[in-house]
């Protein structure tokens, strides 16, 4: 079975730091872009940042470019979301996703972010 | 960055009827739009791929249409099911974006 389960989320001060966790299972990760996806508490959607499947590329939206990184371990199929210099509009549901061409076909079930004093 | 406007914000609609939920881009997209359903509490669900294609598993009475900047999807016969928030996004341009969503509630 295709899965992917994100780990990590919390509370954290402004200003804090968090590392989320994405393990996948079910597929070839190494042959697969992936990507972080958020939705802030009762709004839309939001695509955070993605990363080439050997890591050598990766985007990001610019409301986290300078505080967030993605990046993998291909070795134990893991994705992660380093978050520095939180501040409170980051607090979401964040979701791991395959990206298939661009587009998101397989998801987690998403770990929730706070960021509240 | 490219904007996607969905309208309406919200549909009511019975059972059985049908839906038309419309997504508008600030540029065109080409065929680069994709759907997606979400309930509550629930990651989104992939509906349509490439403005018309189904993705795996997905039944054939929700189907897409549209390119460049006006979109479509239709669900032809509403289960009780199929009343959610839907998504459009768009694969064109960097950043990806999301519309704001559609609320699709029973009448």
């Known amino acids: 079975e295709v899965q992917l389960v994100e780990s990590g989320g919390g509370l954290v001060q402004p200003g804090g730091s968090l590392r989320l966790s994405c393990a996948a299972s079910g597929f070839t990760f190494s042959s697969s872009w992936m990507s972080w996806v958020r939705q802030a508490p009762g709004k839309g959607l939001e695509w955070v940042a993605n990363i080439k499947e050997d890591g050598s590329a990766k985007y990001y939206v610019d409301s986290v470019k300078g505080r967030f990184t993605i990046s993998r371990d291909n070795a134990k199929n893991s994705l992660y979301l380093q978050m520095n210099s939180l501040r409170a509009e980051d607090t979401a549901v964040y979701y791991c996703a395959r990206d298939w061409w661009g587009y998101g076909d397989v998801w987690g079930q998403g770990t929730t972010v706070t960021v509240s004093s | 960055e490219i904007v996607l406007t969905q309208s309406p914000a919200t549909l009511s609609l019975s059972p059985g009827e049908r839906a038309t939920l419309s997504c508008r881009a600030s540029q065109s997209v080409s065929s680069y739009l994709a759907w997606y359903q979400q309930k509550p509490g629930q990651a989104p669900r992939p509906l349509i791929y490439d403005a018309s294609n189904r993705a795996t598993g997905i039944p054939a009475r929700f189907s897409g249409s549209g390119s460049g900047t006006d979109f479509t999807l239709t669900i032809s016969s509403l289960e009780p099911e199929d009343f959610a928030v839907y998504y459009c996004?768009?694969?064109?341009?960097?950043?990806?974006?999301f519309g704001q969503g559609t609320k699709l509630e029973i009448k």
């Open positions: 996004q768009q694969r064109s341009n960097w950043p990806r974006t």
